[in-house]
């Protein structure tokens, strides 16, 4: 699978807005900030790309659905249950 970023592009600094609550606490247990950010935004974007493909393939899925419902699967003469 293709990856979904450059993992060796250069850090760049970036200003955030976030709950101060949330980040007093994160610091007072020394939550890495960024490399916790990175995880987060990796997730989403994994799960984003995961929704795109769908979208983009449902046309086929669907025609290949229809294909099995009306057909039947190519294996089905080899199986044994």
């Known amino acids: 699978m293709q990856n979904l970023y450059d993992k060796n592009a250069p850090k760049k600094a970036t200003n955030l807005s976030i709950n101060s609550d949330l980040l007093t606490k994160t610091r007072q247990l020394e939550i890495n900030l960024s490399a916790t950010l990175e ?24 025609a290949y659905n229809r294909f099995v419902e009306e057909n039947g699967l190519f294996s089905d003469e080899y199986r044994q249950f």
């Open 39 to 62: 995880q987060a935004l990796q997730q989403k974007l994994a799960e984003q790309n995961i929704e795109n493909w769908k979208q983009e393939n449902a046309p086929a899925i669907k």
